[in-house]
């Protein structure tokens, strides 16, 4: 199956300062990708969505400024958290859609970024 | 509004002993369903979709059913290593098949 990969698995930072998290497609293309966040005990939460060449689109309550997501090609999205808090330490997941053909509905997810800011 | 529950929130269950897991969703027009295993710091592991209602789909000891209003995730015989959450979710939008709203999961435990 497709493969995504992230980077790092897992990160702590000051608050105030900034992280960069990367979701790689391994094996396959993805114009689009996929920005989940999961609180402890708690399901995954649609953040954004990744478009290659053009800017992302974020749900409803996520700040745009303060995630930064940039689709610098089509086996890269990155997600920057600016002047994280305590409040934004979580796991950060992405998601990419399967191979055409394999069943392009199928969302492949990557292993997650366990960012912990103190 | 959309929504999408699962019922029990967490499940033991002994080595051998089947179980159900239900996923109950009010979503008009939907286009699909998929279940997923997440294992404790670890991202999702995708298992089935199911498009229309009367859908059934298995995988070794996992099978899954869709009717009009809900999914069942039937684990048959389960082992240890189906310890794990599962998390159904369906699409969130009509343009987007990536965007999915997930229900809070299912944690089942299997023990020896």
């Known amino acids: 199956g497709a493969v995504v990969s992230q980077h790092p698995s897992w990160v702590i930072c000051k608050s105030g300062t900034s992280v960069k998290i990367e979701c790689r497609s391994l094996?396959?293309?993805?114009?689009?990708m996929f920005w989940y966040r999961q609180f402890p005990k708690q399901s995954l939460m649609l953040m954004a969505t990744?478009?290659?060449?053009?800017?992302?689109?974020?749900e409803q309550g996520v700040e745009k400024d303060k995630f930064l997501i940039n689709h610098a090609s089509l086996t890269l999205s990155t997600l920057t958290v600016t002047s994280a808090h305590p409040e934004d330490s979580s796991f950060y997941i992405c998601?990419?859609?399967?191979?055409?053909?394999?069943?392009?509905?199928?969302?492949?997810f990557g292993p997650g970024t366990r960012l912990t800011v103190t | 509004e959309d929504q999408v529950t699962q019922s029990p929130e967490a499940l033991r269950l002994q080595e051998g002993e089947s179980s159900s897991l239900n996923c109950s969703y009010t979503?008009?027009?939907?286009?699909?369903l998929f279940w997923y295993r997440q294992d404790p710091g670890k991202g999702p592991e995708f298992l089935f979709t199911?498009?229309?209602a009367g859908e059934e789909k298995e995988k070794e000891r996992l099978k899954a059913t869709l009717t009009k209003k809900e999914s069942f995730l039937h684990i048959t015989a389960p082992k240890p290593e189906d310890s794990a959450t599962y998390l159904c979710?369906?699409?969130?939008?009509?343009?987007?098949?990536?965007?999915?709203?997930f229900g809070a999961g299912t944690q089942v435990v299997v023990t020896p």
């Open positions: 199911l498009y229309s």
């Open positions: 998601s990419a859609p399967g191979l055409a053909g394999a069943g392009i509905d199928e969302q492949y």
């Open positions: 990744s478009n290659e060449g053009s800017k992302a689109t974020y």
């Open positions: 979503v008009s027009g939907l286009r699909g």
């Open positions: 979710a369906v699409p969130s939008t009509t343009d987007s098949w990536g965007k999915l709203q």
């Open positions: 094996d396959f293309q993805a114009t689009t």
